[in-house]
């Protein structure tokens, strides 16, 4: 028989929420086990118990994992609903036949590479900051940035608390009066850049992701995504398994 599980684990394994998220759906009711509406705290025998969210089966139709790889334009929210009823990236793969969940976040303003999967445990090792995971940004500025505002974006910088890794800081290109930076870090911190470019008195008009890890955005459009091939899926694999 198999062993019993939460349900909230149980939602977060087949890639339907985080943790966190999973807990809110079945405080609001949108989460049945079999024909009960679930609570806090029940438990579910995989493979036995039907699980349901907001109508939709959860576990058989999600059994095939898939990975994909979204180009998010600006303003939309890296979520998978928002109860100020602004669009949300979900809106922008309506027609994957898999529920799925962002991989980390892209604020509102933000756009660029942002991956999407129904594997729970690659969500999971993909976003904890112990695999130092690099992610480049093109970096629209106001103006020029000085020598002393480069170096000082480039050494470790304490954020609530935190101290941040080092990053790789570049002169990318001249827009009229305005620069493009490339900024690598290592970590995901929220808002990360921006908060960095803050204190260091620089203004950020425009934020794109371009790669994570090894992976670039390349060609794909805006709003446009794309699921990813093995040997992508493999690199990233590679670079979040455990020594």
Known sequence: MAEKIRIQKYLAMHGAASRRGADRMVEEGKVRINR??????????????????????????????????????????????????????????????????????????????????????????????????????????????????????SRPMKLDGYITRGANVTREAMRGENEVLSIEIFEGRNRQIRRMCEETGIFVKRLRRISVGLLELGDLKTGQYRFLNPAELAQLQDITRDD
Do not use: C, W
Not at 40 to 67: C, H, N, S
Not at 83 to 104: A, E, N
């Open 36 to 153: 009960r509406v679930a609570v806090p705290g029940d438990m579910v025998t995989p493979g036995e118990d039907e699980v349901y969210l907001e109508g939709r089966r959860i576990g058989a139709e999600t059994d095939k994992k898939v990975y994909i790889m979204l180009n998010k334009p600006r303003g939309y929210i890296t979520s998978t609903s928002d109860d100020r009823g602004r669009k949300t990236v979900m809106d922008l793969i309506s027609d994957v036949p898999v529920r799925v969940s962002p991989v980390g976040r892209l604020d509102y303003y933000s756009e660029g590479l942002l991956l999407l999967s129904n594997d729970g445990d690659f969500i999971y090792r993909m976003t904890h900051p112990k695999h130092h995971i690099s992610k480049k940004y093109h970096v629209l500025i106001k103006g020029r940035a000085s020598e002393g505002q480069i170096i000082k974006l």
